[in-house]
């Protein structure tokens, strides 16, 4: 396919949404949008202004972060919900031509909301690609192209409409949005069988800073390298992605173990340890380590692609502390097993997969989220000095993520995301609360710091990794002044360790003006002007 040039209606509504946003541009510090005059025909239907009275509900559905929608949180002059390709090549001529920020927005879980929030008091919308959600199912030819805007769930769904034996090696989260899951290395229950979401996307449509519309073969190897692991916003916008599906077995098995410190959950985490990353691939043995009435809970949450004969048969001789029963298995369909691995809390046996399909668009929580990586293993008596530190702080739980099998396998260089052998696991740091007040805010963010700060000695350095979907404003900011490059390579180096330079020239090459950026987007090279 060649590149597509923005059409003539295209231009017709970029030259609508210049007046409305030059109009607002002028009037600052608190933008007033121009009359309504501005817009005609359809324009209306995907354009809200910040007085519009749909406006504070169009932006909060996909705030999946409470610190992000405060009322002293920047807001966009307006948001674009484009229904069509070519509202989103018109959007990125427009805002290009007279200078207006743009966030990408998917599904909104970025942690530090840099789809949908600017810090850099210049004035930005916000291009809301939820409506972009067409999903087609070849299962003949195993692939699958779904759009930006779609949410895994919808993905999982529109598979298992298609074929009981096919799946896809995506996020747990059955709500993330597929433009920034996918194009950030999102992973899922299946990656040490088939490796991430990005190791199974083979074609990708982008509207770059020109705004044309470019497939694999007209964008070239290099950018198409970028979007799988590198962040879709730097680079531009991305539309769709085509993967290929993974076969699945009929049934799977599910379980969840717990141990409190007084049962063992120490020596638990010891051994799962040296099972976890090693066990046959088809295991994904997730370990949660969360704060419960002054003790601390190790809860193994995993996922087995096969039956719970099989199962339990490889657990008792590969992980005897675990004590795995078959009571403890549940047997089920790889899409029922989307929706338990996605809430386990809350599933309902029999409960119909159309559940997969809710948005659930509500208020949002508060939360904080750090990452870390594990290359050597955590000895007994480091991990019993955790648990305290865990007790200590009383609200911040971790969750390691094993790796080991493919992901072992591809070398760290066949995409952007950089995470490979060598690595245990990967930690997440989480941490929720209720109270709306600054003063908690700044407590339990620094609560996660604080553990983060107490596990330097355990994970990964030179550079201290960390993974580009956990986002984390703590480890750098880009004020894209005359120290970019320096500041980007901050950040850079964790995320994409010794990929990071090849993104930059990459981005310097496709976006020479830096057009596309957030506080942490891969910066231009120095002296590029």
């Given at each position: 396919?060649?590149?597509?040039?923005?059409?003539?209606?295209?231009?017709?509504?970029?030259?609508?949404?210049?007046?409305?946003?030059?109009?607002?541009?002028?009037?600052?510090?608190?933008?007033?949008?121009?009359?309504?005059?501005?817009?005609?025909?359809?324009?209306?239907?995907?354009?809200?202004?910040?007085?519009?009275?749909?406006?504070?509900?169009?932006?909060?559905?996909?705030?999946?972060n409470a610190r992000w929608n405060t009322t002293t949180t920047p807001k966009p002059l307006l948001i674009i919900t484009p229904l069509q390709e070519s509202d989103v090549q018109a959007a990125v001529l427009c805002a290009k031509r007279i200078g207006l920020q743009i966030r990408i927005r998917s599904g909104g879980h970025d942690y530090e909301g840099l789809s949908y929030v600017s810090r850099s008091q210049q004035p930005?919308?916000?291009?809301?690609?939820?409506?972009?959600?067409?999903?087609?199912?070849?299962?003949?030819?195993?692939?699958?192209t779904v759009q930006a805007g779609a949410t895994l769930g919808e993905l999982y769904y529109n598979i298992w409409k298609n074929s009981k034996i096919h799946g896809f090696p995506a996020g747990l989260c059955t709500t993330l949005g597929v433009g920034g899951h996918i194009s950030g290395g999102g992973y899922g229950a299946m990656l040490r069988k088939y490796g991430l979401s990005v190791d199974n996307v083979i074609d990708a449509k982008i509207v770059d800073v020109k705004g044309r519309i470019l497939n694999r073969k007209a964008m070239g190897e290099d950018l198409f390298w970028a979007i799988r692991g590198g962040g879709g916003a730097s680079f531009g916008v991305v539309l769709s992605y085509t993967v290929k599906l993974v076969p699945v077995t009929e049934n799977v098995t599910v379980f969840r173990v717990e141990r409190t410190l007084e049962q063992n959950a120490t020596d638990l985490a010891v051994q799962w340890q040296q099972v976890a990353p090693t066990i046959?691939?088809?295991?994904?043995?997730?370990?949660?380590?969360?704060?419960?009435?002054?003790?601390?809970?190790?809860?193994?949450?995993a996922f087995f692609l096969g039956g719970a004969d099989e199962a339990v048969s490889i657990l008792k001789k590969k992980f005897p502390l675990l004590g795995l029963e078959k009571q403890n298995c549940i047997e089920m369909s790889w899409i029922e097993s989307a929706i338990w691995l996605n809430n386990p809390d809350d599933y309902k046996i029999g409960v119909k997969p159309e559940i997969i399909l809710n948005r659930r668009l509500y208020t949002a929580g508060f939360l904080k989220r750090k990452s870390d990586y594990v290359q050597v293993p955590i000895s007994k008596e480091a991990l019993e000095g955790i648990a305290k530190k865990i007790i200590e702080l009383g609200?911040?739980?971790?969750?390691?993520?094993?790796?080991?099998?493919?992901?072992?396998?591809?070398?760290?260089?066949?995409?952007?995301?950089?995470?490979?052998?060598?690595?245990?696991?990967?930690?997440?740091?989480?941490?929720?609360?209720?109270?709306?007040?600054?003063?908690?805010?700044?407590?339990?963010?620094?609560?996660?710091?604080?553990?983060?700060?107490y596990m330097t000695p355990f994970v990964s350095k030179n550079p201290r990794s960390a993974f580009l979907n956990y986002r984390d404003l703590d480890i750098g900011i880009n004020t894209f002044g005359k120290n970019s490059y320096e500041e980007g390579k901050v950040y850079g180096a964790k995320y994409f360790n010794g990929n990071f330079e090849r993104l930059v020239k990459i981005k310097t090459a496709v976006d020479p003006d830096n057009f596309f950026r957030n506080e942490q987007s891969i910066p231009i090279l120095p002296n590029n002007h």
């Amino acid at each position: 396919m060649a590149e597509k040039p923005a059409s003539p209606s295209c231009f017709f509504f970029a030259a609508s949404l210049v007046l409305l946003t030059l109009s607002s541009c002028l009037a600052s510090p608190t933008p007033t949008p121009p009359s309504p005059s501005c817009l005609s025909g359809t324009l209306s239907n995907i354009l809200y202004r910040n007085n519009n009275a749909s406006f504070p509900t169009v932006l909060e559905n996909y705030i999946r972060n409470a610190r992000w929608n405060t009322t002293t949180t920047p807001k966009p002059l307006l948001i674009i919900t484009p229904l069509q390709e070519s509202d989103v090549q018109a959007a990125v001529l427009c805002a290009k031509r007279i200078g207006l920020q743009i966030r990408i927005r998917s599904g909104g879980h970025d942690y530090e909301g840099l789809s949908y929030v600017s810090r850099s008091q210049q004035p930005y919308f916000v291009l809301d690609m939820s409506n972009l959600r067409q999903i087609t199912v070849d299962i003949g030819k195993q692939v699958a192209t779904v759009q930006a805007g779609a949410t895994l769930g919808e993905l999982y769904y529109n598979i298992w409409k298609n074929s009981k034996i096919h799946g896809f090696p995506a996020g747990l989260c059955t709500t993330l949005g597929v433009g920034g899951h996918i194009s950030g290395g999102g992973y899922g229950a299946m990656l040490r069988k088939y490796g991430l979401s990005v190791d199974n996307v083979i074609d990708a449509k982008i509207v770059d800073v020109k705004g044309r519309i470019l497939n694999r073969k007209a964008m070239g190897e290099d950018l198409f390298w970028a979007i799988r692991g590198g962040g879709g916003a730097s680079f531009g916008v991305v539309l769709s992605y085509t993967v290929k599906l993974v076969p699945v077995t009929e049934n799977v098995t599910v379980f969840r173990v717990e141990r409190t410190l007084e049962q063992n959950a120490t020596d638990l985490a010891v051994q799962w340890q040296q099972v976890a990353p090693t066990i046959d691939d088809r295991f994904f043995l997730r370990l949660l380590l969360l704060p419960s009435n002054k003790t601390v809970k190790a809860s193994i949450v995993a996922f087995f692609l096969g039956g719970a004969d099989e199962a339990v048969s490889i657990l008792k001789k590969k992980f005897p502390l675990l004590g795995l029963e078959k009571q403890n298995c549940i047997e089920m369909s790889w899409i029922e097993s989307a929706i338990w691995l996605n809430n386990p809390d809350d599933y309902k046996i029999g409960v119909k997969p159309e559940i997969i399909l809710n948005r659930r668009l509500y208020t949002a929580g508060f939360l904080k989220r750090k990452s870390d990586y594990v290359q050597v293993p955590i000895s007994k008596e480091a991990l019993e000095g955790i648990a305290k530190k865990i007790i200590e702080l009383g609200k911040v739980a971790l969750a390691f993520n094993p790796y080991g099998g493919k992901m072992a396998e591809i070398p760290a260089d066949a995409t952007a995301f950089p995470h490979r052998a060598g690595n245990l696991f990967k930690i997440q740091y989480s941490v929720n609360w209720n109270d709306s007040s600054p003063a908690a805010a700044e407590n339990f963010v620094n609560e996660t710091r604080s553990l983060y700060s107490y596990m330097t000695p355990f994970v990964s350095k030179n550079p201290r990794s960390a993974f580009l979907n956990y986002r984390d404003l703590d480890i750098g900011i880009n004020t894209f002044g005359k120290n970019s490059y320096e500041e980007g390579k901050v950040y850079g180096a964790k995320y994409f360790n010794g990929n990071f330079e090849r993104l930059v020239k990459i981005k310097t090459a496709v976006d020479p003006d830096n057009f596309f950026r957030n506080e942490q987007s891969i910066p231009i090279l120095p002296n590029n002007h």
